[in-house]
């Protein structure tokens, strides 16, 4: 770990600065920016339990904010969002604990499979999530909400690609729009990469000087991509969750056919 300590020099700052601004960027509206930072952490030679752990105290940094300015901006359902954030925080931590005893392999295909059938389906929506239809839900409705909470947090926790896609996805399918159903899928997002950041901590599995001076950019990357997200609302979002959504399909597909 000093090893890695001792390599932040003023180049390192500069990569970490520009890979953690522009995958919070992404990520305070619709998720995807481990796309970015975790590859980042890897290309500076990083284990992998490292790289991840590291990745989580940054990728918390630049949620809090997101969950700051949805939250400021009324773009999040705060009594929904409330109840559910522990689940979430209970889930991640049980995934990050139990992370090396579950198929990856498997998991892959699993996800592939759902992440193309969320954008498929949401791509022929044409119009939908430019209006809220939510209503109050039923106990049905709840118990279903209550368990993609808990069900989505441990899959961050122990893998976590697609996991902002499924979470604005629910919440879109409740009735929300793009950019209230994004507040909401953060403010869950938030939630599970600390239950995760506890169990890395835990475990030693962080950098924690390349966490923290990627994290002020990912808060730098939050601030102005949320804004964004509010200020044009869902002709914004909808198609960067397409695309988000569709690298994630091309990510994983890659991942299962030539590694």
């Known amino acids: 770990m000093e090893q890695f300590a001792a390599e932040l020099d003023l ?18 509206t619709v998720g995807g920016g481990g796309l970015i930072s975790t590859p980042a952490l890897l290309g500076m030679g990083l284990p992998v339990p490292m790289a991840l752990g590291t990745n989580k105290v940054a990728a918390s940094m630049g949620s809090f904010t997101s969950v700051v300015s949805f939250w400021r901006a009324g773009k999040i359902n705060k ?3 409330l109840s559910l954030m522990p689940l979430s925080f209970l889930g991640s931590a049980l995934g ?3 992370v090396y005893l579950l198929p990856e392999e498997l998991m892959k295909n699993v996800i592939v499979v759902l992440l193309v059938a969320v954008a498929v389906y949401t791509y022929r929506r044409k119009d939908w999530g430019d209006h ?13 909400t209550f368990l993609m909470a808990a069900a989505l947090g441990f899959y961050d926790g122990f893998f976590g690609p697609g996991t902002g ?20 899928a953060k403010a869950l997002n938030f939630a599970s990469g600390v239950g995760a950041l506890v169990s890395f901590a835990m475990s030693g599995s962080i950098i924690w000087s390349y966490g ?48």
């Open 11 to 28: 180049l390192a700052v500069i990569f970490l600065a520009v890979a953690g601004f522009i995958a919070s960027f992404i990520d305070s």
């Open 79 to 81: 009594k929904m969002a």
């Open 96 to 98: 990050a604990y139990v």
């Open 132 to 144: 809220a239809t939510v209503k109050k839900l039923g106990m049905g409705a709840l118990l279903g």
């Open 165 to 184: 896609s499924f979470l604005i996805f629910g919440f879109l399918f409740l009735g929300f729009d793009f950019v209230t159903a994004a507040g909401n």
């Open 212 to 259: 923290l001076v990627m994290g002020f950019f990912m808060i730098l990357g939050a601030v102005c991509g949320s804004r964004m997200a509010i200020k044009k609302g869902a002709s914004y979002v909808r198609p960067l969750y397409l695309l988000v959504t569709t690298l994630l399909i091309g990510k994983q597909v890659y991942e299962i056919l030539f590694k």
